[in-house]
């Protein structure tokens, strides 16, 4: 149900919450979970309680985000059947953005972090409206929360803590933190979704080896599995996790030509892993760029949400889904521009999928796709912007 990178140049404040610019050849989309390690940067014990206020569950889709006015501000929130739900934030926090989101026992559920009046990023999550911190190391100045799940009733957290080159994967169950190895002298790594499978916790993410490439993995219980490449990739992220009935599935890309990134031959290939096995999702001919950023499994089928960059039709980025290997593009309105898709999840039959795309005014509209269909999410009036990452629903 869920998911930071373009070296093209985002026309809102806004996008640089979430992208940052990382290279020339083309460019390089990376969910906002990974642009910490990627550019340099990227509590009180945490209990359920019940239902707070706002946290009464309605069926229906469950789309989490964050906007902006245009004064500086950024506001975490989340919609249920188009109506907007901003989400609390402490005293003179002016900066607060939402990661993921998930619903259960009654309650909505939310991740993120958001910016102290220090400058600090403290990472934190919400029960309903009710926001709470999660800990990290004394003196650490970042930390982040990226994704969120609820199992047997306790609170699962993904997300990563550090500064500059140095940077720990870790999760919080319950508002307690587990940092997750890494190998040899490895000092970055990061994690972008967490899965809780027969009391087992999974979580996908990367480290950075000692050569400097980005090797994909995920974490069993805080065992480090790494996620084979194919012979002339590069390097690779897992972006997405998912279990069921016993194989672990993850989603996520690799780069081609690596060491010759001014190549035209350079790609980058959207993927994904069945326990280990790695398999690439197809792109129209031509297009050399493509992510896959969340994957969902159901009755035996594979579904992985992202986008790509179509060179043959402007250079603009389209919206999709791929389901058992093939894809389905996401329809925008007339005018816009670089839609992308951040999270996927099933439901009674039908696929739901979660992101933003750029109108014709440089804006941002958050929005989410049922089986196609798409129903923009509405923001303040005047100049809001704004960007959906997560969907979950409740029947």
């Known amino acids: 149900m869920g998911a930071f990178f373009a070296a093209k140049p985002q026309k809102t404040g806004l996008s640089a919450c979430i992208f940052f610019a990382c290279g020339k050849k083309g460019y390089r989309f990376y969910p906002l979970r990974f642009a910490f390690a990627l550019c340099g940067i990227f509590l009180a014990a945490i209990a359920v309680y019940g239902s707070p206020p706002g946290s009464e569950l309605v069926p229906g889709v469950y789309v989490a985000g964050y906007y902006g006015d245009g004064s500086g501000k950024a506001v975490p929130c989340y919609w249920n059947g188009g109506i907007r739900q901003d989400l609390a ?10 990661t993921s989101v998930a619903v259960s026992d009654g309650s909505v559920y939310a991740a993120g972090h958001y910016e102290d009046e220090s400058g600090n990023d ?23 929360a990226v994704f969120i799940a609820v199992s047997g009733g306790s609170v699962y957290v993904a997300g990563n803590w550090g500064e500059s080159l140095n940077w720990t994967p870790c999760y919080w169950k319950d508002g307690t933190r587990q940092d997750l190895p890494l190998p040899g002298r490895a000092g970055v790594g990061g994690t972008a979704s967490i899965a809780i499978s027969d009391g087992s916790v999974y979580a996908a993410g990367y480290y950075w080896d000692e050569i400097g490439k980005y090797i994909p993995c995920y974490w069993k219980d805080g065992v480090r599995q790494d996620l084979p490449l194919p012979k002339g990739a590069g390097e690779g992220y897992a972006a997405s996790i ?29 993927c994904y892993w069945i326990s280990g096995v790695q398999y690439d999702l197809p792109l129209p001919g031509g297009t050399q760029i493509g992510y896959a950023t969340s994957i969902a499994v159901s009755g035996g089928s594979v579904y992985a949400a992202g986008y790509y960059w179509d ?6 980025d389209i919206p999709c889904y791929w389901n058992g290997g093939v894809r389905q593009d996401l329809a925008l309105p007339k005018g816009a521009r670089d839609g992308l898709v951040w999270s996927i999840a099933l439901s009674g039959g039908s696929v739901y999928t979660a992101g933003y795309y750029q109108d014709g005014r440089g804006h941002n509209v958050p929005c989410y796709w049922e089986d196609g269909t798409r129903q923009d999410l509405p923001l303040p009036g005047g100049n809001a912007s704004g960007i959906a990452v997560s969907v979950a629903v409740a029947d």
């Open 122 to 144: 403290i990472p934190c999550y919400w029960n309903g409206v009710i926001q709470y911190d999660l800990p990290i190391p004394g003196g650490t100045r970042r930390g982040y």
């Open 89 to 98: 934030l402490p005293k003179g926090v002016g900066k607060g953005y939402v």
């Open 242 to 270: 998912a279990v069921s009935g016993g194989p672990v599935y993850a989603a996520g890309h690799y780069y081609r030509n690596e060491s010759s990134k001014a190549d035209e031959s350079y790609k980058v290939i959207p």
């Open 311 to 316: 060179e043959n039709n402007g250079n603009i």
